[in-house]
């Protein structure tokens, strides 16, 4: 009868997930400062600009000189140069991660393209901590998949987000992903999940075909 309870929860959350620490498989690599600095090293090579077809990808977000950008999970922040051009020095562009030694990468990063309108937010894996309407638009780039929090995640982010303001997720399709299991759950499901949250979908978007996809939200 136990078993049976379990497996009912289980197959009631979107995915067959539960709403905390789901993310266990693709945060593996990350618990360690080694692991972390492996990634990094990945992360920050300049190919990958044109692997995750970035510049399109800035383009689907509509941004606006003056406008305040979130890169949150930025990693080594290899989208703070676009983004930094897309708002102009008018604008302003936050580097959010979990990870100190990532925001640290971040920001050498941006001194090297010599970004001046950046700001840094460590925030944790139950809080973007971002201050309230502070952004009009946040995009997470190949990081939705690790939360282990997304409905508390999701409540910041909702927050953090000026009245129509826009939250864009770009992410793996998991059958696309190189490592089986990798990533948590499927389109479909991350939409039911962000619409749950209190999104309203506006943009799905085939982003590099047959591997990641591009979907863009407002809050309801």
């Known amino acids: 009868m136990k078993v049976f309870a379990i497996l009912l929860i289980l197959t009631a959350w979107p995915g ?17 400062a080694e692991g972390r600095q492996r990634l990094i090293e990945v992360l920050s090579k300049p ?20 406008d305040t950008v979130v890169d949150l999970g930025t990693g080594a922040g ?7 051009a897309a708002v102009g020095p ?19 990063m941006a001194g090297q393209a010599g970004i001046e309108n950046l700001r840094l937010v ?5 809080s973007p901590n971002l201050e309230p309407g502070v952004a009009d638009v946040i995009v997470t780039v190949d990081a939705y998949h690790h939360f282990n929090y997304p409905e508390e995640m999701l ?19 998991p059958e696309g992903f190189r490592e089986p299991g990798h990533i948590r759950a499927g389109k479909e499901e991350f939409i039911e999940e962000i619409e749950a ?3 309203r979908l506006i943009a799905d978007k085939e982003h590099v075909p047959e591997k990641q996809y591009l979907i863009i939200f407002t809050p309801k």
């Open 197 to 199: 949250a209190g999104f």
């Open 47 to 66: 190919e990958r600009v044109e692997r995750l077809r970035a510049r399109k990808l800035v383009k689907e977000l509509g941004l606006r000189p003056g």
């Open 122 to 126: 460590l925030g944790t894996e139950r």
């Open 16 to 32: 067959g997930l539960l709403p905390g620490q789901v993310a266990t498989e693709a945060n593996r690599r990350l618990e360690s």
């Open 78 to 84: 290899i989208l703070l140069p676009l983004l930094a």
């Open 155 to 173: 409540a910041g982010i909702r927050a953090a987000l000026k009245p129509g303001g826009r939250f864009a997720v770009l992410d793996y399709y």
């Open 90 to 108: 008018a604008g302003t562009v936050i580097a959010q991660d979990i990870h100190q030694d990532y925001l640290d990468a971040a920001q050498k």
